[in-house]
């Protein structure tokens, strides 16, 4: 995998050994693409980040911290490893992303981006996890990566879907506050 943009353009990422799905390089390019205007000095959250490659992608294009939060701890060390591009401004949390968020007093992140298993079956939960939460920043935007034929509905109790983007056979949807 590769860093397609910013001050780290071109650098490869090391993938951790386990089941894996990381995020397509053009599908990073294009919903990079649609955020990058508003991502300098950000905070962002990056969930079942993996390899960290989401996270590390938005401090290349100018986030100012990122977090990383993985349950599986067979990812730690390359994650850590990957984590130490960001020059310190990069936190990492070995733990289930639904513990993240209950516990966090990180925050508030102006983008927080999912990236479940294909077969996870919660993601309207993690949706409204994050909309009662107070991980947003007051103008966030949430993006959940998903498989197309799963729908995800188009408002949650806190949360108003923006955008849907389809790639392949996967699709992004972008969500902001009501």
């Known amino acids: 995998m590769r860093i397609t943009g910013g ?5 490869e990422i090391p993938c951790p050994a386990g089941i894996i799905r990381p995020a397509m390089d053009k599908m990073r390019e294009s919903v990079f693409a649609i955020i990058q205007a508003k991502l300098p000095e ?6 079942f980040s993996g ?6 992608e938005a401090w290349s294009r100018g986030a100012s911290s990122i977090v ?5 701890r067979g990812k730690r060390r390359i994650l850590l490893q990957n984590a130490a591009l960001a020059e310190g401004s990069a ?8 513990r993240y968020l209950k516990f966090a007093s990180a925050g508030p992140f102006d ?4 990236d479940p298993p294909f077969p996870y079956r919660f993601r309207t939960q993690l949706l409204d996890m994050i909309g009662e ?3 947003l920043a007051e103008n966030a935007t949430v993006l959940i990566h998903h498989p197309r ?6 408002e949650t109790p806190c949360l108003a879907r923006t955008s849907r983007r389809l790639y392949g056979r996967s699709t992004v949807c972008f969500y902001t506050r009501k």
Not at 42 to 47: E, G, P, Q, S
Not at 149 to 154: I, K, N, Q, T
Request: net charge negative; no cysteine.
């Open 111 to 114: 983008f927080i981006f999912l």
């Open 7 to 11: 001050k780290l353009k071109g650098r």
């Open 133 to 135: 939460s107070r991980l």
């Open 149 to 154: 034929e799963d729908e995800l509905p188009e």
């Open 91 to 98: 936190k990492v949390h070995i733990m289930p992303v639904e």
């Open 51 to 56: 390899s960290g490659i989401i996270g590390l």
């Open 68 to 72: 990383l939060v993985e349950k599986d």
């Open 42 to 47: 950000t905070a962002f959250l990056d969930l």
